[in-house]
């Protein structure tokens, strides 16, 4: 397995700049290329995590729940989303935008934003931290630019379609473990106690044929960390598009293979990743275990 990549501080990263305000304004809406649309993403996702870590209260509020008793939301989602979609329009006001606490808003072009303003939101509440701002920025249904900034850590993971997958600006690639039983695996469970019951059995299968298992709890920074080698694999059921839209790109452009079971694409059924030689020999053990049922 790869050794972990440094941390270093969000500033540092090649397409974090000034203020969204400040420069969104210079740039043309017609630009469109995924390197630029990356750039105003990391900078719109760094902004968003300054406010949710300016503002966090001592002890956070749960402002309402959504799917269940246990999927809250907190005051600051809705705050980073709103933050979030205002720059986005500002820069960009002919796109669509998909954010997991506004819903959908249509465009008139085929660029779609998929944000999760806290990716971690649990671990918001408490004070974990391990929780992200995701943003993803689709062309045509295909995601070609990403950000996943951690604000505790100081650290964006970018990806642009064909050109790699970085961490604070160096290339960063997926651990090369495909031995099953050496592999560090990370999941996470779904909202709904059903889904839940389904999905502790097939980990309780799959826990004793690998090295071990976290539950880090954020879906975008498990697949940030298969892409930069602190995860072997990561696999999930349940999980909605603005989980997996940037980071699936990354671990992707890291070289992950992000796919489903059974020649599945990655979606809600199932996400799994993980280098290519690891995927094909977890993948029985995953069908065996119940993760495709
Ligand atoms: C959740 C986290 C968690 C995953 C859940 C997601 P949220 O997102 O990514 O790790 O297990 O499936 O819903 O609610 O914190 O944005
Ligand atoms: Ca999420
Ligand atoms: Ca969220």
């Given at each position: 397995?790869?050794?972990?990549?440094?941390?270093?501080?969000?500033?540092?990263?090649?397409?974090?700049?000034?203020?969204?305000?400040?420069?969104?304004?210079?740039?043309?809406?017609?630009?469109?290329?995924?390197?630029?649309?990356?750039?105003?993403?990391?900078?719109?996702?760094?902004?968003?995590?300054?406010?949710?870590?300016?503002?966090?209260?001592?002890?956070?509020?749960?402002?309402?729940?959504?799917?269940?008793?246990?999927?809250?939301?907190?005051?600051?989602?809705?705050?980073a989303e709103r933050l979030i979609r205002s720059r986005i329009r500002a820069a960009r006001g002919e796109d669509g935008i998909l954010g997991e606490e506004g819903g959908q808003s249509p465009?008139?072009?085929?660029?779609?934003?998929?944000?999760?303003?806290?990716?971690?939101?649990?671990?918001?509440?408490?004070?974990?931290?391990?929780?992200?701002?995701?943003?993803?920025?689709?062309?045509?249904?295909?995601?070609?630019?990403?950000?996943?900034?951690?604000?505790?850590?100081?650290?964006?993971?970018?990806?642009?379609?064909?050109?790699?997958?970085?961490?604070?600006?160096?290339?960063?690639?997926?651990?090369?473990?495909?031995?099953?039983?050496?592999?560090?695996?990370?999941?996470?469970?779904?909202?709904?106690?059903?889904?839940?019951?389904?999905?502790?059995?097939?980990?309780?299968?799959?826990?004793?044929?690998?090295?071990?298992?976290?539950?880090?709890?954020?879906?975008?920074?498990?697949?940030?960390?298969?892409?930069?080698?602190?995860?072997?694999?990561?696999?999930?059921?349940?999980?909605?598009?603005?989980?997996?839209?940037?980071?699936?790109?990354?671990?992707?452009?890291?070289?992950?293979?992000?796919?489903?079971l059974r020649g599945k694409p990655a979606g809600e059924r199932l996400v799994v990743a993980a280098n290519p030689g690891l995927f094909s020999a977890l993948h029985d053990m995953l069908v065996?275990?119940?993760?495709?049922?």
């Amino acid at each position: 397995m790869n050794a972990p990549a440094s941390s270093s501080p969000a500033s540092s990263s090649p397409a974090s700049s000034s203020p969204a305000s400040r420069s969104s304004a210079s740039r043309s809406s017609a630009s469109r290329s995924p390197a630029e649309l990356l750039a105003l993403a990391v900078e719109i996702a760094e902004e968003a995590g300054r406010l949710i870590m300016r503002e966090r209260p001592r002890r956070v509020e749960v402002a309402a729940t959504k799917s269940s008793p246990t999927d809250i939301v907190t005051i600051m989602d809705t705050a980073a989303e709103r933050l979030i979609r205002s720059r986005i329009r500002a820069a960009r006001g002919e796109d669509g935008i998909l954010g997991e606490e506004g819903g959908q808003s249509p465009g008139e072009s085929d660029t779609v934003w998929v944000i999760d303003p806290i990716d971690g939101t649990v671990n918001y509440l408490y004070g974990i931290p391990a929780f992200a701002v995701s943003i993803g920025v689709q062309v045509g249904g295909v995601p070609v630019a990403g950000v996943v900034h951690d604000p505790s850590r100081g650290e964006s993971f970018t990806a642009v379609r064909g050109g790699g997958a970085h961490l604070a600006g160096h290339p960063i690639e997926v651990g090369q473990e495909t031995d099953p039983n050496q592999a560090l695996v990370g999941t996470g469970f779904a909202y709904d106690a059903e889904t839940r019951r389904q999905q502790a059995a097939a980990v309780a299968e799959l826990l004793p044929q690998v090295r071990d298992i976290r539950r880090i709890g954020s879906a975008a920074l498990d697949l940030c960390s298969v892409a930069c080698g602190r995860l072997d694999a990561f696999l999930e059921r349940g999980l909605n598009p603005w989980d997996l839209c940037a980071g699936g790109l990354v671990a992707a452009e890291a070289g992950a293979q992000v796919a489903g079971l059974r020649g599945k694409p990655a979606g809600e059924r199932l996400v799994v990743a993980a280098n290519p030689g690891l995927f094909s020999a977890l993948h029985d053990m995953l069908v065996t275990a119940g993760f495709d049922d």
